[in-house]
């Protein structure tokens, strides 16, 4: 289970920080054969870590593929 929890706080941790540096990001996730399971099943947890650490998530669904858009909560 920490091994787990290391991988997905690694995905979160990642995507963090090429908001921080682009301003947004996008994380793809499919329950496809070929795709990661974990990041597939935990996917729920992961948009909620995201969303503890004050970004802002969208999803979108097309063709079994979850898109997940991640970005900066700017103030304006």
């Known amino acids: ?21 682009n301003g947004s990001s996008r994380l793809s996730t499919s329950d496809h054969y070929s795709w990661d399971k974990d990041i597939w099943n935990h996917r729920h947890a992961i948009i909620e870590k995201l969303k503890d650490k004050g970004f802002n998530v969208s999803i979108k669904i097309n063709w079994e593929v979850t898109d997940i858009t991640i970005t900066a909560n700017l103030e304006l």
């Open 1 to 21: 289970m920490k091994e787990l929890k290391d991988k997905l706080n690694k995905e979160i941790n990642h995507h963090a920080k090429l908001v921080e540096e």
